[in-house]
Every structure is written in C-alpha cells, then in structure tokens.
C-alpha cells in the first residue's frame, strides 16, 4: 500500500512557474512508474506526464512539452511537477499517481494507476 500527497499547487499568474511535490510513504516507491495527471471542471482525467521507475526516462503529454518538467527523488520517496511558462487553460487540479505493476513504461491511462493522490488546485489567471 501506498500513499500518496501532493502539494505545491496555487494561483499564479499567466507566464509564471510552480513546482508540485508527490511525497509518498512506504519503501517501495522505487517500484512503482509514477505519473502527473490533471482534470479540469467538466473534463475527464487526463495525462500529463509520467516517469519510470528508476527516473532515467520521461514521457509528456504534447500539450505540455518544453513548459513541464517531471522527476522523483527516490532517496526521498517524492516526485516532482515542475511547471514554466503556465497558461490560463492548465488550470485544474493536478493528481499524482503509481502504478504497482511491472511496466517499465508508465501509461496515459488514469485506469492503470492504483494509488492516488487527493489532488492539489493549479489555477492560472489571465
């Protein structure tokens, strides 16, 4: 079992940066491929970015290439969501997410994932 708490969300304003953190408890963090989603009001849970287990390889949705930067700290059990550049639409609340299974790759797909985070508020103003 693992749990999972995310942190670092806000209002910020257009063009300006923030960091997220995925603290998780328990040993096996280094097992799980570990994933960044989003959902905003009246959208379905999508994929933002995810991150293998070891951290040597990272994958992102196109929307968010070059402006988001996803990593962990394994010796700290956290993941992290750094986010430049930010536009008014990322506006949502941002969950982490692992996937206990053996995928080398982590997947898009919310229904992969077995642990959640509760979310935390990203909000973008014009």
């Known amino acids: 079992q693992v749990q999972l708490v995310e942190s670092g969300g806000g209002l910020v304003q257009a063009g300006g940066s923030l960091r997220l953190s995925c603290a998780a408890s328990?040993?096996?963090?280094?097992?799980?491929?570990m994933g960044w989603f989003r959902q905003a009001p009246g959208k379905e849970r999508e994929f933002v970015a995810g991150?293998?287990?070891?951290?040597?390889?990272?994958y992102y949705a196109d929307s968010v290439k070059g402006r988001f930067t996803i990593s962990r700290d394994n010796a700290k059990n956290t993941m992290y969501l750094q986010m430049n550049s930010l536009k008014p639409e990322v506006t949502a609340v941002y969950y982490c997410?692992?996937?206990?299974?053996?995928?080398?790759?982590?997947?898009?797909?919310?229904?992969?994932?077995?642990?959640w985070g509760q979310g935390t508020q990203v909000t973008v103003s014009s």
């Open positions: 997410a692992a996937d206990r299974t053996n995928k080398v790759v982590p997947t898009t797909t919310p229904s992969s994932y077995d642990y």
């Open positions: 991150i293998t287990r070891g951290g040597g390889s990272t």
């Open positions: 328990g040993r096996t963090f280094s097992s799980y491929p």
